[in-house]
């Protein structure tokens, strides 16, 4: 999968969304529009887990997370990154570019609390590329953080206590 432009980052998401079966994707159950609003949602427990152990990483280190996103994005842009791939970098012997990619996927994964399994699927969804590792690591920060303002704004709970008793009964 070729990772040049923004378009990369949307057809990656509309191609995951594509190779999930239709009675695997996520289905909107109820939406309660009279306040209190809510939306209850029926997923995978393991899927939904993730993402909640995921937005519950990003929230409890918000300014962190953010500035390290911001850091990894700021030295992206100076170093076009997005232009590149990782297999020029190897045939022009970029040992130190690639090496910084490297240091920026670590980052993210460390701020993101990935687990093994996560960075295994990662890297074998990446085809080992450090900057494809990157570029997905940069979108889902971004899909990551409306909802993480959601639960740090009450609007909405991921947090690991309330679901680890999902976890427990399945």
């Given amino acids: 999968m070729p990772w040049e432009g923004g378009h990369s980052v949307v057809n990656f998401f509309r191609g995951a969304y594509s190779a999930t079966p239709p009675d695997l ?3 909107v159950k109820k939406i309660q529009y009279a306040s209190p609003g809510f939306i209850e949602l ?3 427990i393991d899927i939904s887990w993730q ?3 995921l937005v519950t990483a990003v929230g409890g280190s918000i300014l962190a997370a953010n500035k390290v996103y911001d850091q990894v994005m700021r030295t992206y842009r ?3 990154w997005a232009k590149l791939k990782s297999e020029k970098l ?3 012997n970029q040992i130190k570019e ?3 990619v490297s240091d920026a996927v670590k980052s993210l994964e460390s701020v993101m609390a990935l687990s093994e399994e996560q960075r295994k ?3 074998q969804l990446s085809g080992a590329d450090e900057l494809v590792q990157l570029k997905i690591l940069l979108a889902v920060y971004r899909r990551l953080s409306p909802l993480v303002e959601l639960q740090n704004s009450g609007k909405a ?3 690991a206590e309330k679901n680890k008793n999902l976890k427990a009964s399945d």
């Fill in 98 to 100: 690639i090496e910084l």
């Fill in 90 to 92: 190897r045939i022009q």
């Fill in 25 to 27: 994707r996520p289905v």
């Fill in 51 to 53: 993402i909640a152990e």
């Fill in 42 to 44: 029926s997923a995978l």
């Fill in 78 to 80: 100076q170093r076009e």
């Fill in 121 to 123: 699927n990662l890297v």
């Fill in 157 to 159: 709970n991921f947090s």
